[in-house]
Every structure is written in structure tokens, then in C-alpha cells.
T-cell receptor
Framework: NAGVTQTPKFQVLKTGQSMTLQCAQDMNHEYMSWYRQDPGMGLRLIHYSVGAGITDQGEVPNGYNVSRSTTEDFPLRLLSAAPSQTSVYFC?????????????FGEGSRLTVL | QKEVEQDPGPLSVPEGAIVSLNCTYSNSAFQYFMWYRQYSRKGPELLMYTYSSGNKEDGRFTAQVDKSSKYISLFIRDSQPSDSATYLC?????????????FGAGTQVVVTP
């Protein structure tokens, strides 16, 4: 099983550029989410989805868009990249209620915005 | 002030020692408590999950939750060099919190042979 797959693993952007981080899972999980991880800040929730067509904001949603057209895919779009968005981004999914189940994380996408 | 506080370390221990990790939190609505392990340049993986107060043991790992003190702990017995990683606490619960977790900043643990 591939689990949660994130692409690209590394990306360098210039301020103002846009890009999409891809996330795909092959476990048929309804719940998917995006986190960013910064030194000293831990993981912070950006957006999450409880199923195809349903998304909601997390703690730090500004500057990011998401959509969920299929169960498998949950892309994260940066509309106009800023240096403050330099971070490691993790996608995670869960088979059931994530509060009582396990979050499965991808290996991360490392983004640098110059 | 962050809702979840965790000492970032690094915490260095000799092989075979007990590793003691903890987090404090301020939101009394938290009911679900988790510990994740994260190796360098990898995604976190779930180690332990506890609902409400109490202790839970799984092999060399013991998780404790004290809701009255808003304090959770993770103990690793007979530590091994392979336990060297960053350990993240996470918690959730309360109104409008479904699917939303608060993570600690993580404690880096180094187990030396």
C-alpha cells in the first residue's frame, strides 16, 4: 500500500507565484487534512475535509485554498506565495472519526518561498 | 499563549534509561490525547492514544493523562537508539473541535549507545 502520497517533496517559489501541493491516499479514508510544521510551532491545521465535496478551515487557512472532488485526492493551493509560507507541509488522512482513530501522515512537502 | 506547551529539548539519555516526556495544556475541553513519533524528514506516526484520564501501556511505552492538572506524559522504558526521534503530543475535544487537533511543538529525544 502506498498510504498517503505527497508531491512534490521539495519546491522553491518566488514571492507571488502560485502552486499546488498534491495529496493522494489509497486507503479510502473519508477524512483528510493539511498541516504546516514550523520550528517551535508544532503542526498547525490549515484545512480539512470530511468527504468529497466538503471542506472546512483549520487554524491557519489564510493564503491557502483546497477542494475535494474525489475521496482519494486533496490538493492544497497557494494562491500568491509569501515568504511566511516557507514551511514543511503534511497531508494526513483518517479512516473514521479522527478524534478516536489514527492520523496517517505523508512524508511532507518542503516549500521555500524567496 | 499556546493551548499546548511542550519542552522542545533536546533530551539526551543513555541507552536503557527511561525517557520521560510531557505536555501541559490550557483547554479543559480536551478529551482525546495522542503521542506521535516523528523521525527526521518523515511524517509523524501514532504511538499512543488515550481517551480522558488514566494510564495506557503498550510494550515499552506508557501514556498518562491527568485532566485535573491538564498534564499528559509519555514514558519510554529501556530506551534504544532507534527511539531517537521527535515526539509530538496532540489533543482534541470540545465544541466545534471535530477533526481539529492541537499539537505540541515536539520534544527531540536522542538515545546514545
Amino acid at each position: 500500500n502506498a498510504g498517503v502520497t505527497q508531491t512534490p517533496k521539495f519546491q522553491v517559489l518566488k514571492t507571488g507565484q502560485s502552486m499546488t501541493l498534491q495529496c493522494a491516499q489509497d486507503m479510502n479514508h473519508e477524512y483528510m487534512s493539511w498541516y504546516r510544521q514550523d520550528p517551535g510551532m508544532g503542526l498547525r491545521l490549515i484545512h480539512y475535509s470530511v468527504g468529497a465535496g466538503i471542506t472546512d478551515q483549520g487554524e491557519v487557512p489564510n493564503g491557502y485554498n483546497v477542494s475535494r472532488s474525489t475521496t482519494e485526492d486533496f490538493p492544497l493551493r497557494l494562491l500568491s506565495a509569501a515568504p511566511s509560507q516557507t514551511s514543511v507541509y503534511f497531508c494526513a488522512s483518517s479512516p473514521t472519526d479522527p478524534n478516536t482513530g489514527e492520523l496517517f501522515f505523508g512524508e511532507g512537502s518542503r516549500l521555500t518561498v524567496l | 499563549q499556546k493551548e499546548v506547551e511542550q519542552d522542545p529539548g533536546p533530551l539526551s539519555v543513555p541507552e536503557g534509561a527511561i525517557v520521560s516526556l510531557n505536555c501541559t495544556y490550557s483547554n479543559s475541553a480536551f478529551q482525546y490525547f495522542m503521542w506521535y513519533r516523528q523521525y527526521s524528514r518523515k511524517g509523524p506516526e501514532l504511538l499512543m492514544y488515550t481517551y480522558s484520564s488514566g494510564n495506557k501501556e503498550d510494550g515499552r511505552f506508557t501514556a498518562q493523562v491527568d485532566k485535573s492538572s491538564k498534564y499528559i506524559s509519555l514514558f519510554i522504558r529501556d530506551s534504544q537508539p532507534s527511539d531517537s526521534a521527535t515526539y509530538l503530543c496532540a489533543m482534541s475535544g470540545g465544541t466545534d473541535s471535530w477533526g481539529k487537533f492541537q499539537f505540541g511543538a515536539g520534544t527531540q529525544v536522542v538515545v546514545t549507545p
